[in-house]
């Protein structure tokens, strides 16, 4: 007979722990209580994590009473929280007579590049700060805190896709022009970038300087920022614009991209930010963090690169160049593992090559091999793995953490 333990993992479901500050006597009534699932504990505990997530994963929406539920709530504070963003780093120096016209300039900036994304990063700090600080301590203050830390890795973002976008010669980000491509903006974007990457120790500083963790924030976010830089760098050496070398393109290779440009800062800096604010600091419980959360990191990448050229772009918001840009990216390792010498030449023509014909040839060359039922079925054995790591790893953060993560990003369409 199947164990229980591995049934409900291949149901999905895990027996959730209540977050690290509810005390045990408070624990155990809960749980003998009816929930979903007929009448299932775990299946309500499973419910309950489900819910908490919605807020990152649905348009706001009313109840009955025309109230808008706590999850999505959540997103909205965040959202409203952008606008004393740009008051704290603006309002200030605007009219200033010297600098004025370039806080104008930052002001237009962070609203045209912080902006219309999923706000996923940014999102997962605030609740996972919530699910680790018990509510009494959860006072006005501490929010405000970790709204604006929130932003910081929001606003770190904004720096990384205004200057991969020029990097790449991207058209569009987040349905609309990429910042660069504007009239009148052109590569003045590179130093748009820095600013928006300057602003983030702007607001460590005025928000956090008198905590504890301060030091454990600024070395967390210089450290995230070098380990995405070192990602784009070999990103960049393994992809050289005009000299297509289809024998860089190895699996171990692309793992390492993936690792440093999307998984350190998109899944462990959020995570880990909270964690320092929580007065999480342990390397234990940091490094057990991490295991999980690469993981995911290198599971989204690949997803990025699958809807890079099968995802809708009216979806995705982008339109995808990583054929034309000789990007070392999931599908072409996997094409090169499988090719035919005769697939593999057809290639070696038509990869990084701007053309649309030649565009279509690679396309058509992965629809041949069925590249896209290979996706199918590594994402859902990468899924299962990523299940196995929470259940070993996730102790004694609230599984809840991860496995919100998990679900946000299974299946995603954009």
């Not at 333990?5 to 690290?20: D, E, K, N, T």
């Not at 896709?161 to 349905?175: A, P, Y």
């Not at 928000?207 to 990602?231: H, K, M, N, V």
Request: aromatic fraction near 12%.
């Amino acid at each position: 007979m199947l164990p229980l333990s591995r049934w409900l993992r291949s149901v999905g479901v895990f027996l959730l722990p209540a977050p690290c500050w509810v005390p045990q006597d408070r624990l155990l009534g809960p749980l003998r209580r009816p929930t979903l699932g007929h009448r299932c504990p775990v299946l309500g505990a499973w419910h309950s994590a489900r819910c908490w997530w919605q807020a990152w994963t649905e348009e706001p929406r009313m109840n009955g009473d025309q109230k808008l539920d706590a999850y999505t709530q959540e997103r909205q504070n965040f959202i409203q929280h952008f606008s004393q963003i740009v008051k704290v780093l603006t309002e200030e120096d605007i009219g200033h007579p010297e600098t004025g016209d370039a806080i104008t300039r930052l002001k237009e900036v962070l609203e045209y590049n912080a902006i219309g994304g999923k706000y996923n990063r940014g999102l997962t700090v605030v609740v996972t700060f919530r699910e680790l600080v018990e509510p009494r301590k959860q006072d006005a203050d501490s929010l405000q805190r970790a709204l604006t830390v929130g932003w910081c890795v929001e606003l770190l973002q904004a720096f990384f896709l205004v200057s991969d976008d020029i990097m790449d010669s991207s058209v569009t980000r987040r349905g609309q022009t990429c910042w660069y491509q504007k009239p009148g903006i052109g590569l003045d974007a590179i130093n748009d970038a820095f600013l928006l990457e300057s602003s983030i120790y702007r607001l460590l500083k005025l928000y956090c300087r008198e905590q504890p963790y301060y030091l454990d924030l600024i070395e967390l976010f210089l450290q995230s920022s070098y380990q995405t830089e070192i990602g784009q760098t070999l990103d960049l050496i393994t992809a050289p614009q005009h000299n297509v070398d289809l024998g860089r393109f190895t699996e171990k290779r692309y793992k390492s991209i993936v690792k440093y440009k999307t998984a350190f800062y998109s899944f462990y800096l959020p995570v880990a930010a909270a964690m320092y604010m929580a007065g999480i600091n342990g390397e234990k419980e940091h490094a057990n963090a991490k295991k999980i959360l690469l993981e995911m990191g290198e599971f989204f990448q690949i997803q990025d690169d699958y809807l890079d050229l099968f995802g809708d772009p009216s979806v995705t918001g982008k339109i995808g160049t990583d054929i034309q840009d000789n990007k070392c990216s999931w599908l072409v390792v996997q094409c090169l593992q499988r090719a035919s010498p005769e697939q593999r030449q057809i290639l070696q023509e038509n990869y990084g090559q701007k053309e649309a014909e030649k565009v279509a040839r690679v396309k058509a060359l992965y629809e041949e091999m069925n590249l896209s039922a290979v996706y199918m079925q590594y994402e859902e054995d990468s899924y299962s793995h990523i299940m196995g790591l929470i259940e070993q790893y996730a102790a004694p953060l609230p599984p809840a953490i991860f496995l919100g993560l998990a679900q946000k990003i299974y299946k995603r369409k954009k």
